[in-house]
């Protein structure tokens, strides 16, 4: 099974920045994608950013322009760059792997979470 560690977190200061890491057991990057999702205390879960395969990207409204998700196959580790931290950003952050194979056979990965801590 994939293992998958998320670190990088930490306190920062209102439009500081931050730079979290998911790194994978395995090779994987190139078949699964990987997908940054945070956690509030008492909101639901949001969709942070996804990188695909073939490295095309998608981000949230919220964080469009100020973070950026970047992977590096050869460290199996994809990457979370958070620029001008807003104290809303406060959050777990957790990196999940998933595909889907041309059989229809479904495969997700979740890593344990990382705390994101904005404030003055």
């Known amino acids: 099974q994939v293992q998958l560690v998320e670190s990088g977190g930490g306190l920062v200061q209102p439009g500081g920045s931050l730079r979290l890491s998911c790194a994978a057991s395995e090779s994987i990057f190139r078949i699964y994608s990987t997908v940054w999702y945070r956690q509030a205390p008492g909101k639901q879960r949001e969709l942070v950013a996804t990188?695909?395969?073939?490295?095309?990207?998608n981000y949230a409204d919220s964080v469009k322009g100020r973070f950026t998700i970047s992977r590096d196959n050869a460290k199996n580790t994809v990457y979370l760059q958070m620029n001008s931290l807003r104290p809303e950003d406060t959050a777990v952050y957790y990196c999940n792997v998933r595909r889907t194979t041309p059989g229809g056979l479904e495969y997700a990965y979740w890593g344990q979470g990382t705390q994101v801590t904005v404030s003055s």
């Open positions: 990188i695909f395969p073939g490295g095309a990207t």
